[in-house]
């Protein structure tokens, strides 16, 4: 990557008076059916340019209010160990600023993990994924991309699963046998008793918590570009209730979020459909944040819209 990448198009600041932290992850070191989440993150950042800056939902601009700074990419060295890579990207997203709402973009679920570790020591994961990830190891390393919730769990986080519905027999057993592990799988959700079950369930949740989007919980027909595709899935309007639910949530204290699995194809949809969901969570965090920023003294103010 050459060129500097942008949040739709606008101006970097310095990570440490940014608003919004976005960390591009360039990884897909244990794909096992079809590659190219690496090139995600740049893919994703260049669909937010085909968005409007005005957030529909809230009726706002976050931009107007907002600075974001898009991170130098992480990516692995040659011949690099896959625990020296995961405790570097530990290492760089703890050194970054607390207040300021964190989103890594990748690459493969592995990520996830010790972006978490970095911020925050212990509370809840919701993840929205069509496969469970509770592989103890998975083709030979603990860090491969089917091992990420399990990694978590083994960390004391609670965890919560959404729209799963392929998993292996162990580990529909350690989901059983865990009341830490909350699932709700895709075909339960179809039912307007799961639906309002989960809905309730993310107003209620306390105290610190992260999203993690794996791109193939949502249906294939809406997000195609995804490496390990599964029939059914979330909708997109059934997406945006679960971040508005989360994010919504004041008794929770976000300390991240992370959009991951995502492989860029010629459509451009699924990435476009990748970075609107970006758009919403920024949007969806800072709403109710609106008065601690300088009125309205953003990056979009920085630019010519005409």
């Known amino acids: 990557m ?15 008076k940014a608003d919004v932290l976005i960390q591009p992850l360039c990884y897909e070191g244990t794909v096992s059916n079809r590659p190219g989440t690496a090139s995600a993150p740049e893919a994703i950042l260049k669909a937010t340019s085909q968005l409007e800056f005005f957030e529909e939902d809230l009726a706002w601009s976050p931009m107007k209010y907002l600075w974001p700074a898009v991170l130098d990419p992480i990516a692995p060295m040659n011949e690099e160990p896959a625990a020296a890579f995961f405790n570097r990207i530990h290492q760089r997203v703890s050194e970054l600023s607390p207040k300021a709402l964190y989103i890594g973009l990748g690459g493969e679920h592995s990520l996830t993990p010790d972006q978490v570790r970095a911020r925050m020591d212990g509370g809840t994961i919701v993840i929205i994924d069509a496969h469970a990830d509770l592989r103890q190891t998975y ?41 830490s ?5 895709d075909r339960d959700l179809r039912h307007s008793e799961h639906w309002s079950r989960l809905l309730y369930t993310l107003d209620s949740l306390e105290g610190p918590a992260w999203l993690s989007i794996d791109m193939d919980g949502f249906d294939p027909s809406l997000v195609p570009g995804v490496g390990t595709p599964q029939p059914g899935g979330l909708s997109w ?34 990435q476009t459909v990748a970075a609107k969901l970006l758009q919403k969570i920024i949007s969806l965090w800072a709403h109710p944040r609106i008065e601690d920023f300088e009125h309205p003294q953003g990056a979009q103010m920085q630019v010519d819209l005409t």
């Open 181 to 185: 592990i909350d699932i709700w799988s």
């Open 2 to 16: 050459t060129e500097e990448l942008r949040f739709q198009g606008l101006p970097n600041t310095s990570s440490d």
């Open 237 to 270: 309007h059934q997406g945006l209730d679960i971040l508005e639910k989360l994010i919504g949530n004041t008794s929770i204290d976000l300390r991240g979020a992370d959009i991951l699995e995502l492989i860029p194809e010629p459509s451009q949809v699924s």
């Open 139 to 179: 083709q030979g390393t603990v860090y491969s991309h089917a091992c990420p919730a399990w990694r978590l769990h083994q960390s004391g986080y609670r965890l919560l699963l959404v729209g799963i519905r392929s998993l292996f027999e162990d580990e529909a057993r350690l989901i059983k046998d865990n009341p």
